[in-house]
Every structure is written in structure tokens, then in C-alpha cells.
């Protein structure tokens, strides 16, 4: 007697948007989706190296000003830090109307959370009952403009080292990645860097303020670590939270790569070009967030946070990446 036996095969179909945890994961979208026409320029008013060009230019210091204008002429984060309903409106509609013109993608960086950056050279943001009003405000000036924001640098990572930050804090992004989800905008989220978190933490906040609902996330932001490594962190770290998020790398400042310090460092550079990838991986693209030549605050010689230093404008021009 011959038994024939028979294996079947149970082959499981998850519904579109379900990992193999069974979390609903949103449908993350192409590069080229994620950033339809590239990257924008800022308008003029907006461009803080570019207003610093122009000056030069009017005192007749053509050779200063060329210089400026290798970061001026690149695609610039936007970044909205007013708590001011009414004036971050307006910055977001100039924006949004100028990169309309362009027919390309403005990134935005939300960065006016409370408490923001534990009290130390960033400190400011809005009182706690006033952020997801601002951030209502923000949305409905960028709604339908398929603009990218960045939400809240360093406002995940810093948990690490400001554990005050860790009760309020990520309840307090998941909501807003709620008020930003479903305007057609695409959003990521802080993810720090290669030294600041462990892998399994990061991952861990990250799912806790809505990363499931959200493009990715960001790394490197103000940040000098190289490309290679940061993107080796990011691809970490994309595993370890699951469903397959995508993100990008600020190379604003990296061209010569980490400088013993993430404060004004001497030596820096100016990473490469801005600009999408061909969409074959999880990195949607390279993107000049922080600004080129404001100090990161009162540190090495610098100015107050946010101010342009010329000097050190100059210096990562001249320490470019070639």
C-alpha cells in the first residue's frame, strides 16, 4: 500500500499597509512621489544666506558674495520656529507659492515644540497648550502642496539626555503626525543620528509617535556625520522599527565628515548637492536642512542659535566637499 502524502502550503495575504506584526503601516511612497519636481528654492525673502549675498553684492564685495552664493543658490529646509500663528501662516503660504512657481517639493522643519531643546541653545517653542494649534495652523497653509515636513529636530533623540522630555513628548508628536495626516503632505520624523540612541530605543519612540503613519524619518539633522555612515544607521534602524520606512540625511554641513563636536566644529564643510535619489532604496533623498552658516549657538566663538556667522559661512564653503 502506498500512502501518498500531501504538504499544503498555507500562504498568508495581509491586507495592503499590514506588516508581519499585524501593525497598519501607511503606504510609503516613491522618492519621486515623496518629492515631485525636486527640491525648491526658497524665495528671497526667506533665503538668509542669499539676503547676506545680496548685501555684499551692494557694497561691492563681489568676492565675498560668490562665495555666499554657493549656499544660497541650493535648495534650503525652511525651517518654522515663531510661535506666532499668524506669522508661520504667512511663511508657509510665500513658501508654498514660490515652490509653486518652481513646480518642485518645499520642505518644511517644524520646530517649536515645547520645551524645545531641553532649555539649552535652542531653547524657546511654544507653551504646551499652544503647539498643536501651531501645528493645525501650519497644516492648513501647506495642505495640498505636497510639501515635506520635518518634524521636530532632535525632539526624539534628546529623550536620551533630557528624560523630563519622555512622558509628554511622544504623545505629543503622535498627535501631531495626526493633525499633519491626510493633507497630502509626506512627513518625517526625528531619528537623530548614528551616536546618540541606541538602535532598539530609537526604534522603540519612533513607533510611539506615529512613525507608522508617517513617510520615515530624518537623520543627521545640524548635524557632520558622513553619508555612508549615517545611511548604515538609518537602514538599522528602518529594520528594527519595522514596515519599511523610508528616509532622508541632512548633508547640509558633512563634507568633511565629524568634527569632535556637533557644535559649531572648526573645520566643516559643505556636504554634496542637495537632491532626490532614483528611488532604488529606502533613502528618498539628501537635503541641505540646516541652514548653511547660522551657529548652532553660543559654542566655539559662535553667535546665538539661528544668527549668521559669516566667518564660519565661509569656512564650510572653502571647506566644501569637492
Not at 565629524?258 to 532626490?276: E, K
Request: hydrophobic share 40%; aromatic share 6%; net charge neutral.
Amino acid at each position: 500500500m502506498v500512502v501518498a502524502a500531501f504538504v499544503t502550503t498555507l500562504v498568508l495575504v495581509l491586507p495592503h499597509g499590514t506588516d508581519t506584526s499585524g501593525r497598519h503601516v501607511a503606504e510609503r511612497k516613491s522618492a519621486a512621489d515623496a518629492f515631485p519636481g525636486g527640491l525648491a528654492r526658497q524665495p528671497a525673502d526667506e533665503n538668509q544666506p542669499g539676503k547676506r549675498e545680496s548685501e555684499a553684492r551692494a557694497d561691492g564685495d563681489d568676492a565675498t558674495a560668490a562665495k555666499i552664493a554657493v549656499i544660497a543658490d541650493q535648495p534650503i529646509a525652511t525651517w518654522l520656529t515663531n510661535p506666532s500663528i499668524t506669522a508661520t501662516r504667512k511663511t508657509v503660504r510665500d513658501v508654498v507659492r514660490n515652490a509653486e512657481q518652481q513646480r518642485k517639493t518645499p520642505v518644511f522643519v517644524l520646530y517649536a515644540v515645547p520645551d524645545r531643546d531641553c532649555g539649552s541653545y535652542s531653547k524657546g517653542g511654544t507653551e504646551a497648550d499652544e503647539y498643536l494649534p501651531w501645528v493645525r495652523a501650519a497644516v492648513s497653509a501647506m495642505a495640498g502642496s505636497k510639501a515635506v515636513v520635518l518634524v521636530e529636530p532632535d525632539a526624539i533623540a534628546q529623550i536620551q539626555v533630557c528624560k523630563r522630555l519622555e512622558q509628554d513628548r511622544l504623545p505629543l508628536l503622535r498627535k501631531a503626525v495626526g493633525a499633519l495626516a491626510g493633507h497630502g503632505l509626506t512627513v518625517y520624523l526625528d531619528g537623530g543620528n548614528e551616536n546618540r540612541v541606541p538602535t532598539a530605543t530609537m526604534a522603540k519612540w519612533l513607533r510611539a509617535a506615529g512613525v507608522d503613519r508617517t513617510q520615515g524619518f530624518f537623520t543627521n539633522v545640524s548635524n557632520f556625520y558622513r553619508v555612508d555612515q549615517e545611511r548604515a544607521y538609518a537602514d538599522e534602524l528602518a529594520d528594527a522599527i519595522g514596515g519599511d520606512p523610508h528616509f532622508v540625511i541632512d548633508v547640509s554641513r558633512n563634507g568633511q565628515g565629524w568634527r569632535g563636536t556637533w557644535c559649531n566644529p572648526d573645520g566643516a564643510g559643505l556636504g554634496q548637492a542637495p537632491h532626490v535619489t532614483r528611488g532604488t532604496t529606502r533613502l528618498d533623498a539628501l537635503l541641505w536642512v540646516k541652514t548653511p552658516g547660522l551657529s548652532d549657538g553660543t559654542c566655539n566663538g559662535g553667535p546665538a542659535a539661528g544668527q549668521w556667522w559669516e566667518s564660519y559661512a565661509l569656512g564650510l564653503v572653502e571647506n566644501r566637499r569637492r
